[in-house]
Structure formats: structure tokens, C-alpha cells
Nanobody, 125 residues
Framework: QEQPVESGGGLVQPGGSLRLSCNVSGRTSSSHSTGWFRQAPGKEREFVAAFRWNGYYSYYAESVKGRFTISRDNAKTTVFLQMNSLQPEDTAVYYC??????????????????WGQGTQVTVSS
């Protein structure tokens, strides 16, 4: 597998929930991390959440903390992003990325080498 593959985007009303999935088979060693990033129209790509396979630590952007949860399946093939209390400002293309970032770069785009094609999330009434 060359790239991670995202799924689960769609249209949801404000206050609703969505769960994104990312197939990360083969990229779950102790040196790997999986990150979720998003890019809204006219804006730069930004960090959303990340998961370190070494110790299973999770990291979140302040804008999503308490609303989004990153997790993994027991088979270590899929990383999920559960998004609750979605708001219009969460509308963006969401990207899954894998790589071996050092700890200080786990929230950085530059820390990741393999990117999915993205999945659209639209929050609108």
C-alpha cells in the first residue's frame, strides 16, 4: 500500500457527528505516527489530531479538543477520527497522513511522508 486511504466524510448538520477512517496497514511500528489534517477553502492545511503508535499517545488541536477523538482498531490497521458537535467551521477536506515524526513534529505537516487523497466533510444546515 502506497498511501493511507480515508473514508467516512459527508454532509452533516451543525451539532452532528461523523467518523472518519484511515487504513494505515504496515505503518504502525513504534516509530510511526498517524495524523489527521484538514484544509478549508482558501486556507492553509492545518493539524487536527495525531496518534503515536509508541505508547498510543494522542494529540489534538485546541479547536477540536473535547469534540474529536482519535483512536485505533485492535488489529492495528485503521485509525479513526470521531468528530462530535460539528460546526460549520469544521467544514474542510480532511487528510490522513502517516510518517515517523519526532515528538516535536507530531503536529507538523512536515513530519509526515505519506498522505491520503482526502475526504470532504461539510457541516451545514
Amino acid at each position: 500500500q502506497e498511501q493511507p486511504v480515508e473514508s467516512g466524510g459527508g454532509l452533516v448538520q451543525p451539532g452532528g457527528s461523523l467518523r472518519l477512517s484511515c487504513n494505515v496497514s504496515g505503518r504502525t511500528s513504534s516509530s510511526h505516527s498517524t495524523g489527521w489534517f484538514r484544509q478549508a477553502p482558501g486556507k492553509e492545511r492545518e493539524f487536527v489530531a495525531a496518534f503515536r503508535w509508541n505508547g498510543y499517545y494522542s494529540y489534538y488541536a485546541e479547536s477540536v479538543k473535547g469534540r474529536f477523538t482519535i483512536s485505533r482498531d485492535n488489529a492495528k490497521t485503521t485509525v479513526f477520527l470521531q468528530m462530535n458537535s460539528l460546526q460549520p467551521e469544521d467544514t474542510a477536506v480532511y487528510y490522513c497522513a502517516t510518517g515517523r515524526p519526532i515528538l516535536s513534529a507530531v503536529r507538523s505537516i512536515a513530519g509526515y511522508t505519506d498522505w491520503g487523497q482526502g475526504t470532504q466533510v461539510t457541516v451545514s444546515s
